[in-house]
């Protein structure tokens, strides 16, 4: 019997038609995509979805906890998922991120999404050089 890991992944992104065309972009790879309008509609998700592996989200969202903050909380709550950050309006290094967390700048072409969400479903380490 072949075991494979869940492929299902969160999208958390304020702006409908980003988060749209991003979980677009997944489903159309075999890669089960959730979406999340902020912080709070994304914990909720992870409590409702625990095959969840993989969280992809923007820095600039509104409410009480932004991306950044939401992905350091997943961190804490749920450490078996990876977590990819995105923004345009600003540049997140590796020292703000959660462990093992990757930054992606927007803006970004939504195959380079992809690429990096399944080397991180993988178990691989993501490609930069793309």
């Known amino acids: 019997m072949n075991f494979t890991l869940p492929r299902e992944v969160l999208v958390v992104e ?4 980003v988060r ?5 972009a997944l489903s159309d790879r075999g890669i089960m995509a959730w ?3 902020d912080a709070g509609e994304a914990l909720s998700a992870l409590e409702e979805h ?3 592996g993989l969280v992809f989200t923007d820095v600039n969202m509104p409410g009480e906890m932004d991306g950044l903050d939401l992905a350091h909380e997943v961190s ?3 450490p078996d998922v990876t977590l990819i950050v995105t923004s345009g309006a600003v540049v997140v290094d590796e020292d703000n991120l ?6 992606l700048p927007k803006p970004y072409p939504t195959g ?11 178990g691989l380490e993501p490609d930069d050089s793309l």
């Open 112 to 122: 380079r999404l992809v690429q990096i969400v399944q080397e991180h479903l993988d």
């Open 50 to 52: 625990p095959n969840i």
């Open 14 to 17: 304020d702006e409908p038609f």
């Open 98 to 103: 959660p462990l093992h967390g990757t930054f």
């Open 76 to 78: 804490r709550r749920f």
């Open 20 to 24: 749209m065309v991003a979980a677009d």
């Open 35 to 37: 979406e999340a309008g």
